[in-house]
């Protein structure tokens, strides 16, 4: 996740969205996560480059072991 948010300029911006709500005067404000799960093909390109920036970073190894430096 951080080696993704590196690559984004403002990781952290929609953090700050809830808090904007009350400030303009709503009440009541609540926030709901919905997370989309994707499977097959088209993903791939995704998962990869998630996977590379994860490697680039030494978060995490490479499936053979190995960590891209």
Do not use: I, K, W
């Not at 609540?30 to 590379?52: D, I, Q, R």
Request: contains cysteine.
């Amino acid at each position: 996740m951080h080696a993704r948010a590196d690559l984004t300029v403002g990781p952290r911006a929609a953090r700050r969205y809830r808090n904007l709500l009350p400030d303009a005067s709503f009440g009541d404000v609540t926030v709901a996560a919905h997370t989309g799960v994707f499977t097959g093909s088209a993903m791939l390109p995704v998962l990869t480059g998630l996977a590379e920036g994860a490697c680039s970073t030494a978060l995490h190894a490479r499936a053979d072991g190995q960590l891209d430096r």
